[in-house]
């Protein structure tokens, strides 16, 4: 007869398996870079409330323009070197274990893509000039290696992103470069579907917000959850949950913001246990640093 010491030996393995699979933790992704009163991206880091930064935006590209960054009040573009002083920034960041990645597009800027001969001019020159390529000589954050692209692509088309994918992706043999797409809620997003079905994103962070259809509302979680099966249903490696930092960090009123108790009571205990939950992306570091919202949820994420 087995005796209940060894029972207990047998199932304590069992258990701790039980334990890490119940308590996956998660990670915070932020967006930095749209308003000037929101600190530096090195203040932003020392939170120590994220393990994500997207750099926000590179709001110009394709169409035959040149490439060009929109960061609000942080810098000037136009002006050579303006943003070369986040290099550092980024460095302390990434010091910190925090990947770094640039993103592309936002709710307002002239971007898309009409060809493939684009999509790979466009990885091109993201890879020499904010990643781990050296052909350019006038990189616009300066020497730092950012982590990877992020796609927050919410105008235009959606043609081509794939094959911008997959081109970054071909990068991967000389560094990695990691991916990461912000869709709407509504599943499939109507820009970014044929991108992220191609399997090679690591991070998506769905923007379970402005959306009334798949939006925490009034107490209802069942459309956000419907929704977040959806999404884990997809080609994405992690999918993460997506919130406005607080009520002004939406369109308009009511567009989805989810109080942190109720966040840390009902929303993640309803979607954590899936195998491809990877946290919560906060939109953005201005109104995060009004609400301390990743401050509320970190040890519950």
């Given at each position: ?223 956000l959850v419907n929704a977040w099966n959806q999404w ?26 989810i109080p942190s108790d109720v966040l840390k009571s ?36």
């Amino acid at each position: 007869m087995v005796s209940f010491k060894q029972v207990s030996i047998l199932l304590f393995p069992l258990f701790l398996i039980s334990l890490f699979k119940s308590s996956h933790a998660g990670g915070i992704a932020v967006y930095w870079g749209q308003d000037g009163g929101e600190g530096s991206l090195a203040d932003t880091c020392n939170t120590n409330n994220y393990q994500f930064v997207n750099i926000a935006f590179l709001s110009i590209f394709g169409n035959s323009q040149n490439p060009q960054l929109n960061l609000a009040g942080h810098c000037n573009p136009a002006i050579i070197n303006s943003c070369t002083k986040f290099s550092s920034e980024i460095k302390t960041c990434q010091s910190k274990g925090i990947k770094v990645l640039l993103s592309l597009g936002g709710v307002a800027g002239s971007y898309s893509l009409s060809s493939t001969a684009e999509a790979t001019d466009l990885a091109n020159y993201l890879w020499n000039n904010f990643l781990g390529g050296t052909a350019s000589s006038s990189r616009p954050l300066g020497d730092a290696v950012l982590d990877g692209i992020d796609f927050d692509i919410e105008a235009g088309g959606g043609e081509h992103y794939d094959e911008l994918a997959k081109a970054l992706n071909g990068f991967n043999s000389q560094k990695k470069v990691y991916l990461s797409a912000a869709p709407q809620c509504p599943y499939p997003d109507a820009h970014l579907d044929s991108a992220i079905k191609t399997g090679l994103f690591d991070y998506v962070w769905v923007q379970f917000y402005n959306n009334p259809q798949c939006q925490y509302s009034n107490g209802n979680t069942a459309n956000l959850v419907n929704a977040w099966n959806q999404w884990t249903s997809s080609q994405a490696n992690q999918v993460f949950l997506g919130v406005p930092a607080n009520e002004k960090a939406t369109t308009t009123p009511n567009s989805g913001f989810i109080p942190s108790d109720v966040l840390k009571s009902k929303v993640l205990p309803a979607i954590r246990s899936s195998d491809k939950y990877g946290g919560v992306m906060i939109w953005n570091r201005f109104f995060d640093g009004q609400s301390e919202y990743s401050n509320a949820i970190k040890v519950s994420v």
